[in-house]
Nanobody
Framework: VQLQASGGGTVQPGGSLRLSCAASGSTFSIKSLGWYRQAPGEQRELVAIHITGGETNYGDSVKGRFTISRDYNKNTVYLQMNSLKPEDTAVYYC???????????WGKGTQVTVSS
């Protein structure tokens, strides 16, 4: 499974960004697609996960502000980020869990910077 993320950038506090992550390769058995993030000096943390079938999970710090969605036809997951805060600044990584290989796959990160 290969993951290609896009949509990062710099935005002012209170602004919005949308991240996209397109999966390719053996996508039929992907169980979940989602996002983690890592700020400098911090551990990687869950942002949001979309599980095949529709269930979603969010990190506590983004609940109510971020929304994850998935286009099964395009094998793409989206992360709509609203009301962004400086503490949302991090490298965001797309991830997929594959049912057959039972592995987590990771894309190259995309930088999100929230600054005035």
């Amino acid at each position: 499974v290969q993951l290609q993320a896009s949509g990062g950038g710099t935005v002012q506090p209170g602004g919005s960004l949308r991240l996209s992550c397109a999966a390719s390769g053996s996508t039929f058995s992907i169980k979940s697609l989602g996002w983690y993030r890592q700020a400098p000096g911090e551990q990687r943390e869950l942002v949001a996960i979309h599980i095949t079938g529709g269930e979603t999970n969010y990190g506590d710090s983004v609940k109510g502000r971020f929304t994850i969605s998935r286009d099964y036809n395009k094998n793409t997951v989206y992360l709509q980020m609203n009301s962004l805060k400086p503490e949302d600044t991090a490298v965001y990584y797309c991830t997929a869990y594959h049912l057959v290989t039972r592995k987590d796959y990771w894309g190259k990160g995309t930088q999100v910077t929230v600054s005035s």
